[in-house]
């Protein structure tokens, strides 16, 4: 008989549910955990997901109850991944079994329309600069900031896994002006937020708004409006 171990969940691994929220608590003499609550409409009664994610380990991923997650030992969890209104919205109409279930089908919805809605190249209405990107990436990269309009891309159709970025505007040393990819990685979608998972551990949140043929990100301490190219 084989002894070998079956292997640990990972963080890039296909999910099979659908991410609300995502937030990070910082843990002394440790790491950023991330703590994660989404919802699998497939289950009837467990369709509440959550989740508990170290340095490099998936802590914990269970599926609970609506009427497990009013236990206080979730509280945490819910501050964090901002999801207690969610959750409060839930619990307003869990005794309506039918509308509870329409209602999470109409987030699944949502987040598959809102996908498709960002997929393509955006341009920012105003220019902006002396952002606070939070990176050294001058120190290695033959470059500096300028002001300018920021990019968003998004391509879900195409190979690349890393198919989501955000570009800012630059002055190349040895090539004159352009954009850099200050940020860059594989897409993901939650009800409130972008995901750029540019490594395997931790990812970038961007909260979003979507209106019509607008759209806003939180992005470097500023709520940014883009347009479509």
Same mark, same amino acid.
């Given at each position: ?25 910082? &843990? ?23 989740? !508990? ?12 109850? /609506? ?8 509280? +945490? ?28 089908? /109409?987030?699944? !919805? ?53 198919? =989501?970025?955000?570009? &800012?505007?630059?002055?190349?040393? =040895? ?12 897409? +993901? ?16 949140? &961007?909260?979003?708004?979507? /209106? !019509?043929?607008?759209?806003?990100? +939180? ?11």
């Amino acid at each position: 008989m084989s002894n070998l171990k079956k292997p640990e969940l990972t963080m890039t691994e296909q999910k099979k549910y659908y991410e609300i929220g995502r937030g990070a608590k910082l &843990i002394p003499m440790e790491y950023w955990h991330q703590f994660v609550l989404g919802i699998d409409p497939s289950d009837e009664l467990n369709f509440i997901v959550v989740s !508990e994610v170290g340095k490099n380990e998936i802590l914990y991923r269970k599926q609970i109850s /609506l009427e497990d997650i009013q236990d206080s030992k979730w509280d +945490e969890l819910l501050e964090i991944s901002q999801t207690k209104n969610f959750i409060k919205e839930l619990n307003e109409i869990k005794f309506d079994k039918k509308l509870l279930r329409e209602n999470l089908n /109409l987030v699944v !919805e949502n987040i598959e329309n809102t996908k498709i809605k960002l997929n393509g190249n955006w341009i920012s209405i105003g220019e902006y600069g002396n952002l606070n990107y939070n990176s050294n990436f001058g120190n290695w990269v033959d470059a500096s900031e300028i002001a300018g309009k920021l990019k968003f891309g998004l391509n879900i159709d195409g190979s690349n896994k890393n198919n =989501c970025h955000v570009e &800012i505007p630059v002055n190349y040393l =040895c090539g004159g002006d352009g954009y850099f990819s200050i940020q860059m990685g594989r897409f +993901e979608l939650s009800k409130n937020q972008i995901l750029i998972w540019q490594n395997d551990v931790f990812p970038s949140m &961007i909260k979003h708004n979507l /209106l !019509e043929n607008q759209l806003t990100l +939180e992005l470097y301490e500023h709520e940014i409006k883009f347009i479509k190219e």
